[in-house]
Every structure is written in structure tokens, then in C-alpha cells.
DNA sequence: GTCTATATTTGGATAGAC
DNA sequence: GTCTATCCAAATATAGAC
């Protein structure tokens, strides 16, 4: 009859994922987050070493996973004899919605996600370089095949700007509440169309 | 044969605007910014009281202008017989566009706004709503002009969705470089036209 | 693996001389 | 208006008992 065990590491990621989103990284210390944990201080340290290595964590823990649909996503619509701008767009969107409206406290790591865009931080750009630059390149390739006039260069600022309005889009959609009557999943869809027209918009010409 | 004297309040300004741009507001320190601006640690207390009301005045320098100039954009749109949503975006995105591409540190300026929205900060939203509120009001209402089929939450959102991912858009467009061959007034136009497209495929529907 | 206690650094703010 | 010196709070990090 014991509640399920969430462990010191679980918590403290959880803490220090809400209060990112709250407060940024450097606006959020570790006493706070350990004090939001219901842990000691120390234990920020003995488990992830320092904060810095910490805040990785904190992104390592979603990103594996939600990297890994966007990339599934982006196989099965690669398979498809015709796809196009709004298909490859899906795939990058659509697990990152569903992740910014689930209930367990996506919805603060996707503004985690859009605040590592709006600061630009050096050290944790290389972070995520060195980490999932695979799925960008995989995107990028799909994006030329479908928007073939834009050379390479313009094509990837263009991309580094979309992503970076749609991951704030994002972060902001998981606070609309839905229309009343309307499902779940419809909300979730008709939030997804307006992203992928928004950024088929910034992306075409 | 002296250097233009910039006084210390204005030294101060310009390095903290350019630091909080790079560090964010709890990131960068007083002491890099009286470092960097080369005057004395207590210079800040003695001319802007706390680090809190230098925030403050980092934004009024830039906000006032920018903020008179776009009321003038939209009043010129006001004017005409028949005006479209374009013409509003227009209003909104062509001083600020204007700004990051400015000479004098104004990219600098754009992306601490986009900061700004990313921080979801309180204080600085009351600040902001405070002494500003009446230009998003004169805005919200030539939308609703133009997007009739909006209810005002729907409108107020995306409103608020939009100008996000628009200042996050155009914080990146300070740094793209414009092509050889074109000239700087064609060059922001173009770039303008993008946002304009792109932010009204936010807004339509 | 978790705690208390503490070392060390850094940051915001102020007092008081000039 | 500007400087030096200093106070005090808060932060990261670690040492060492349990």
C-alpha cells in the first residue's frame, strides 16, 4: 500500500525542470530546486556532479525520447512516394505538442526548450550539437527536398528561426485551454494545423 | 579634439542592454556591466537606485521610440479606406525590424525583448503593462478590425502567441547577413515581407 | 545514499571620503 | 558625481559523520 517510489534523482530532475521553466537557469538555484524536491542540498551534487550538469539532464531525459518520435515520424513520411512541406512539418511538430500537453510536466520542459533558444547560451548549444545534431541534419535533408529553391545556407537560418518561433509557439500553447466540447485530441490537432500553416508560411516563397 | 562624451548613465545603459542580451537578466552580473561600461561599481546604485529599475530603464530608452513610431505606423494604416490585416503587421514589424537592424546596438535591444517573452517574468510583464498596454490596445482593436470572425480571447492569444515568436524571429534577423548585391532598404524589406506572411498564417483561419 | 556543517565565491547594496 | 572599502545575503560546492 506504499505510494509508487519516485526516486532523489526523479525528483530533483522534476523540480529543476518546472523551476527552469519558471525562473531560467541562472534565475533558479539549487536551493530552491532542492527545497522543491523535499531533498538536501548536497544531493544536487552527489547525484549530477554540479548545476550545469544538472541543467544537461534536464534536457537529456526528453529530448532522447522525443528526438526519437520526431525521427520516427519523419521515416514514415519519408516513406510516402509524395510528401510535402506540411508532412515533414508534422513530423517535427507533433511530438513536441503532444509533449507540451501531456500531464505529467511536458509542458514545462517545452518552455525549458524555447527559453535554451531565446538565450543563445554557448555551452549548452554545443550540449545539444553534440547530441542530437544527427536529428537536425535528418530534418534538414527532408526540408530541402521539399523547399528545393532555397540554397543550403538560407535554408538552414530559415529553419534555425521557424524552430525557434514554433518551439515558443509551443511553450505558450500548453497553457491554452481547450474550447469547450472539443476533445482532447481534436484541440491538439487543430493547434498542430495552425502551427504547421504558421511555419509553411516563414518557410515558403 | 575630445572624443563625443557619452556620459556614465548612457555607458551604463548600452553595456547593460548588451550583456543582459547575451546572459539574460539574472545571468549578468553588476559588476560585468560597470566592468564592461569602464565606470565604477556604484555608479549603477547611485544613478538607477537597484539592478531591478536598470532593467526597467534598459526597456524605456528603446520602448518609448519604438513604441511612438509603430502608433504612428498604424495610424497611417488607420487612414486609409480599406486596410488589411498586412497593412496592421506591417505597423507592428517594420520599426522593430527596423531597430535590429540599426547601427547603434538596437540588435542588441531586439533580443532582450525576445528575452523578455521568454522570462514570462512578472515584474517585468507589470512593468510593461503598465507603460505600454495602451499601444497593444490600439493594436488589439485595428486586429479585430481585420480578423472580425476572432472572438477577443482568441484574438488576445494568438496576439500574444504571435508578437512572441515574431520579436523571437526578428532578434535572429539582426544577425543574417544580407545578400551581396542588395542593398541595406531592400534587404529589411524583404525580411519584413517573410514576417509579415509568416505571422499572418498565425493569425488567419 | 543522505545528512549537517562549512568552505569559498559571487552578487547586490551602502557608507563615507574626496 | 565618482571612488574605495565594506557589509550582508545568497549561491555553488565539498568534507566528513552517519
Not at 508534422?90 to 507540451?100: D, E, I, K, T, W
Request: proline share 2%; glycine share 6%; net charge positive.
Amino acid at each position: 500500500m506504499n505510494a509508487p517510489h519516485f526516486s532523489t534523482k526523479q525528483r530533483i530532475l522534476d523540480s529543476a525542470e518546472s523551476l527552469f521553466a519558471r525562473h531560467g537557469f541562472a534565475g533558479a538555484s539549487l536551493r530552491q530546486v532542492t527545497a522543491s524536491a523535499n531533498v538536501n542540498l548536497a544531493a544536487v551534487n552527489y547525484h549530477f556532479g554540479s548545476k550545469e550538469n544538472l541543467i544537461n539532464e534536464v534536457f537529456r531525459r526528453r529530448l532522447d525520447s522525443l528526438n526519437e518520435e520526431r525521427l520516427a515520424a519523419l521515416a514514415e513520411v519519408l516513406k510516402q512516394p509524395r510528401f510535402g512541406l506540411e508532412d515533414v512539418l508534422g513530423a517535427f511538430v507533433r511530438p513536441a505538442l503532444a509533449l507540451s500537453m501531456a500531464e505529467d510536466g511536458g509542458a514545462g520542459f517545452v518552455r525549458v526548450l524555447a527559453r535554451a533558444f531565446a538565450e543563445h547560451n554557448e555551452r549548452l548549444r554545443k550540449f545539444l550539437h553534440d547530441n542530437y545534431s544527427h536529428v537536425l541534419k535528418q530534418f534538414a535533408t527532408a526540408f530541402a527536398q521539399v523547399l528545393p529553391h532555397l540554397d543550403k545556407q538560407e535554408l538552414y537560418w530559415r529553419l534555425d528561426i521557424v524552430s525557434g518561433a514554433l518551439t515558443y509557439a509551443m511553450a505558450d500553447f500548453g497553457v491554452i485551454k481547450r474550447r469547450p466540447g472539443m476533445s482532447e485530441l481534436q484541440h491538439r490537432d487543430l493547434a498542430a494545423e495552425h502551427l504547421i500553416k504558421f511555419a509553411a508560411a516563414g518557410l515558403r516563397t
